[in-house]
C-alpha cells in the first residue's frame, strides 16, 4: 500500500541564488549560491528519492514504473510515464533572466517541451518586484529591436508584489523573476527555458550565457499584456480559510490557512501534493502519518481513499491537484 511521501531535495546551484532557503526554512542546504530546491521531480538524471516510510531509498521514477495508476488516479502523465509535475522552490537574491516557454503548439517544432507553471511569492524584500507579460501596445517588431539594442527589459510589465501573491504563466507568457524573493513554484513536468537578455552577466562558468532569441520569438504570446496577479480571496471553510490559485486544465492551486489544531480532510482518490508555506502539519492517512514544517511538500497518491491535514501550529499551505 502507498501513503503520503516526502522526498529529498535536489539542489541547483545557480548564478542569481543564494542562502533565503536555509534561513527561512531552517533546512541545511550544500555550499554555494543555492536558486532552486526540486522538491517533487521525475526528470531524467533528477528523480526525487523517497525519505520517508517502506519505500525509502526509492525513487519517484520507480514510482512511476511500478505504481503509476496508483499515483495518478485520472491524471494525466507527462510525456514517456513520467510524473506530470515538477515542484520547487527558488531563491533570487538576483534577478532571473528574461525568458518564455513554448507553448504546446510550438514546443515539438523547437524540440521543448511545453511549461505552464504558477509563482506563489513566499517571501519578499521591500520594493521586490515580478516581470510578466508585455506592457500594452508593444509590438513584435518592437520587441525585436529592443533586444537588438539591449533595452527589451523595457517591453515588460513590472508588478511589485509581497508574500501571499500568486501569479500563473501559461506557456507563451513573457516573465522574469526579480531579485528578493523566495517563491514555491508548481509547473508542468519540463525544463525548457528560452532566454531572451539576461542582464549582460556571465555564469557560473565565467561565460556569458546561452541565449534563445529565436526560439523566443517563436513561443511568445505577443497578445498577451499587463496579466494581473491571482485576485482570488480567502473564503472560510469550516475551520479553514481557502484561496483558489489556479484552475487550469493541467493543474489546480488552493491556498489554505488553518488555525492551530484545525483539520480538513483533501479530495478522495485525487493526487495531490501538499506544499507547507508556514507553520506545521501533520498529514493522517490511515495507518500513516507524517509530520511536515515550512518548505516541506508531500505527494499524496490519487489511490488512498481518506488522508487528513490537522494543524500543529497556525499553518498556511499550498493544496496543489495535478489534472
Request: hydrophobic content about 45%; overall charge neutral; charged content about 25%.
Amino acid at each position: 500500500m502507498l501513503y503520503p511521501f516526502i522526498f529529498r531535495p535536489i539542489f541547483k546551484d545557480r548564478i542569481w541564488g543564494g542562502r533565503e532557503l536555509e534561513r527561512l526554512y531552517a533546512k541545511q542546504i550544500p555550499a554555494g549560491r543555492i536558486g532552486e530546491a526540486w522538491k517533487i521531480s521525475d526528470r531524467p538524471g533528477d528523480a526525487s528519492v523517497i525519505a520517508n516510510g517502506p519505500l525509502a531509498g526509492k525513487d519517484l521514477r520507480w514510482l512511476m514504473e511500478h505504481h503509476a495508476a496508483e499515483i495518478l488516479g485520472g491524471a494525466k502523465p507527462a510525456a514517456a510515464g513520467r510524473f506530470p509535475l515538477l515542484c520547487k522552490i527558488l531563491d533570487a537574491r538576483e534577478k532571473l533572466s528574461l525568458q518564455v516557454h513554448p507553448p504546446a503548439s510550438k514546443a515539438a517544432e523547437l524540440k521543448g517541451e511545453p511549461k505552464t507553471e504558477m509563482w506563489f511569492i513566499a517571501d519578499a524584500a521591500p520594493g521586490a518586484s515580478l516581470y510578466v507579460g508585455l506592457k500594452r501596445g508593444v509590438t513584435r517588431a518592437e520587441f525585436e529591436q529592443k533586444i537588438s539594442d539591449g533595452s527589451v527589459a523595457d517591453c515588460f510589465q513590472r508588478i511589485p508584489v509581497k508574500a501571499g501573491d500568486a501569479m500563473f504563466l501559461p506557456s507563451g507568457r513573457v516573465h522574469a523573476i526579480g531579485d528578493g524573493l523566495v517563491i514555491f513554484e508548481i509547473q508542468q513536468n519540463s525544463d525548457t527555458t528560452y532566454r531572451v537578455f539576461d542582464w549582460n552577466r556571465l555564469g557560473l562558468d565565467g561565460q556569458p550565457r546561452e541565449m534563445h532569441v529565436a526560439q523566443s520569438l517563436a513561443s511568445i504570446d505577443f497578445n498577451d499584456f499587463e496579466p494581473k496577479l491571482v485576485e482570488t480571496q480567502f473564503v472560510a471553510d469550516e475551520k479553514i480559510q481557502k484561496r483558489v490559485l489556479v484552475n487550469d486544465l493541467l493543474f489546480n492551486v488552493e491556498a489554505w490557512k488553518l488555525n492551530s489544531g484545525a483539520g480538513s480532510s483533501l479530495k478522495p482518490k485525487k493526487l495531490q501534493i501538499v506544499a507547507v508555506t508556514g507553520g506545521a502539519v501533520e498529514i493522517k492517512s490511515e495507518a500513516t502519518s507524517v509530520v511536515l514544517s515550512a518548505g516541506d511538500f508531500s505527494l499524496i497518491p490519487a489511490s488512498l481513499e481518506r488522508t487528513e491535514v490537522l494543524a500543529k501550529s497556525d499553518a498556511a499551505l499550498l493544496r496543489v491537484e495535478a489534472n
